[in-house]
């Protein structure tokens, strides 16, 4: 299947318009001949039960939306988001279910190619039955071995995956790969809602979080902010965490929950640190 046969493309809430562009034109670009790598992103809402959660849920959507279209400088034909309930979408066809999902994946994997980029990210709930995590979508839900077998046709050798939801860290396993960058926003046993987005995204674009001084803000430099802000924040509240981001990017399966030591303790952090999301700034 390629993407010009598939209805699914970007599609994304909020308060000024609904944005459903044509897949055809990422067909076209993704089978450019090009020496250079493109970034193809897949935004995944799940169900979101109560109101908090959906407009939660609908602002995370947003804020990934207008910093891949804006730092990141990706073009509408390189995004698709699919989402949830309580989105006000009427179309079926850009619905988060399972099918949905595994079908934008594939139309994904027939055009993409080893220099390009992938990342992928999934918002909303999700639950762990019997060491299986379960992506809550409208239908059937999608189980973490599900989703690592989607992802297996994906040949770009970069690509990195968020987990912005409970017990995120059970889904690593099955996930880590040569390449693959994996962002968790709670451990295997935190079944509450999470917040990682609302930190996350923002943290890629503060100069303050340059610590290296090179520029940019790498995905490793941004995850650093996030853990540590959302660690200071338990601690004024006085309240034990519900959510300990982490990251596995050696391919072990094991995220680290202090992946800026890689350099000192040798594990996750190296492919992280040489990561950015938006273009090289001149």
């Known amino acids: 299947m390629t993407l010009k046969e598939t209805k699914i493309g970007w599609a994304v809430v909020s308060a000024v318009a609904l944005l459903l562009p044509a897949t055809a034109a990422l067909a076209s670009a993704g089978n450019e001949d090009s020496s250079t790598g493109k970034t193809y992103a897949l935004i ?7 109101p908090s959660d959906r407009l939660a849920q609908r602002q995370a959507l947003e804020t990934w939306s207008v910093y891949l279209r804006g730092p990141a400088a990706l073009g509408a034909e390189q ?23 595994k079908t934008a994946v594939t139309s994904i994997a027939s055009v993409i190619r080893a220099q390009d980029r992938f ?8 639950n762990a039955v019997s060491d ?9 839900d999608a189980t973490h071995e599900a989703l690592a077998g989607w992802l297996g046709g994906i040949k770009s050798k970069t690509q990195v995956v968020v987990l912005d939801c409970p017990c995120a860290a059970l889904a690593a396993k099955a996930l880590a790969r040569p390449g693959r960058i994996i962002v968790c926003a709670s451990t295997a046993t935190q079944a509450y809602s999470t917040g990682l987005t609302a930190r996350f995204v923002p943290a890629l674009t503060q100069t303050a979080n340059d610590s290296n001084q090179d520029g940019r803000v790498s995905l490793l430099e941004a995850f650093t902010a996030t853990a540590k802000e959302t660690e200071q924040w338990y ?11 982490s990251l596995e990017d050696n391919g072990d399966g094991v995220p ?13 952090g190296a492919q992280a640190s040489a990561f950015f999301f938006a273009p090289t700034q001149r």
């Open 79 to 101: 995004v698709c988001a699919l989402v949830g309930n309580g989105s006000g979408l009427s179309d079926p066809n850009v619905l988060a279910t399972a099918e949905n999902v």
């Open 132 to 140: 299986t995590l379960r992506f809550n979508l409208p239908g059937p």
């Open 235 to 245: 601690r004024r509240i006085q309240c034990l965490p519900t959510e300990t981001p």
């Open 256 to 268: 680290s929950e202090r992946p800026w030591r890689y350099s000192i303790d040798g594990g996750d």
């Open 119 to 126: 990342v992928f990210c999934y918002l909303g709930l999700a």
């Open 44 to 50: 995944v809402g799940g169900i979101s039960r109560e």
